[in-house]
């Protein structure tokens, strides 16, 4: 009887000893509640103790939790209606105030997604469409984390990041913007052709205008240095006859002979006693009826008729 009822004792301690002491984890924060009032916060991770069914432990998260909402529809300050998908990051800063309050986890996501969508209307409602979408994006985010927060302090939770995810117009406007933006950037797109095509026709017509002068102050020059060498070139022959007049005349004969004797389709008739031929009849160049010899008379016009008459 002693050995079981000593068993008995010993299982009895084992059972109060086991109810008795508590294991809070590094990712728990613990309340102790003695008949349901709240006697002690436990914060650091460890073993602790309690008096068994007298009091009870409620544990709370002590990491960073998550608050997803559903896509909300505000309107802006410029009258655009926005699709927002936004979420906030929270951490229970108070236990004891978060247990009074709010109990649990599920009941603080309720309240909080209350607090969330009431300041995302409330300070996007104050925004322009841009502002939301490019320009003061960040900005907007930290003005409803502080809104937030402010509100969540009574409920023991700090507030510790809110981000808005996507903020669009709703797919019937959206549509709509599209097709007008790309009507704008086709617009844009002709205007910019045009204006090339007005400078490369601008270009086009300078550089015509630039090629002309060129080729008729070219023609100008050419004309002034050909005048120049034909000057000088008279210059020099009048330099020769004037120096010897029989050899300029003996010379521009024979130019004329190379000149009317050519080969082609034009016919040159003259009479045989022409001055055109009198270097033929004569190797000095003097006319029949000043040659003074009976046999240079009789044999020049021999030569002169046995000559051909004509040139092809």
């Known amino acids: 009887m002693r050995g079981a009822i000593l068993a008995i004792v010993l299982a009895i301690a084992a059972i109060g000893g086991y109810m008795s002491l508590f294991i809070v984890n590094p990712t728990q924060q613990a309340l102790v509640l003695t008949f349901g009032q709240i006697d002690k916060v436990v914060t ?3 073993l602790n103790f309690k008096y068994p069914l007298i009091q009870n432990v409620v544990y709370l998260d002590k990491r960073i939790l998550d ?5 909300q529809e505000v309107i802006a300050s410029d009258k655009k209606r926005l699709v ?12 004891v105030l978060f247990y009074q309050r709010v109990n649990n986890i599920r009941e603080a996501n309720q309240r909080l997604s209350t607090f969330l969508q009431s300041s995302l209307r409330s300070v ?3 925004a322009s469409f841009t502002a939301v979408v490019r320009d003061d994006r ?5 003005n409803i984390r502080r809104d937030v927060s402010a ?3 009574d409920l023991g939770i700090e507030v510790v990041d809110v981000k808005i995810r996507r903020a669009d117009l709703p797919e019937a406007n959206s549509q709509a913007i599209f097709a007008r933006m790309q009507t704008e950037r086709q617009r844009e797109a002709a205007e910019i052709r045009a204006q090339g095509e007005e400078q490369s026709r601008r270009i086009r017509s300078r550089a015509d205008r630039d090629a002309t002068v060129l080729v008729a102050e070219a023609r100008r020059d050419s004309e002034i240095i050909r005048g120049d060498g034909d000057a000088e070139r008279n210059r020099i022959f009048a330099n020769a006859f004037g120096a010897d007049p029989d050899f300029f005349a003996f010379y521009r004969s024979m130019q004329a002979y190379e000149a009317g004797l050519r080969q082609g389709d034009t016919s040159l008739v003259l009479s045989p006693d022409s001055s055109f031929f009198r270097y033929f009849n004569n190797p000095m160049g003097q006319p029949l009826e000043q040659e003074t010899a009976p046999s240079d008379t ?3 016009p021999n030569l002169a008729a046995t000559r051909p008459a004509q040139a092809q």
């Open 67 to 71: 608050l997803n909402m559903s896509p």
């Open 138 to 142: 960040s900005g907007l985010m930290e």
């Open 298 to 300: 009789t044999t020049a």
């Open 124 to 126: 996007l409602a104050t």
């Open 151 to 153: 509100s969540a302090a």
């Open 84 to 95: 927002v998908d936004a979420f906030a990051r929270y951490k229970i800063d108070n236990p």
């Open 44 to 46: 650091e991770p460890g």
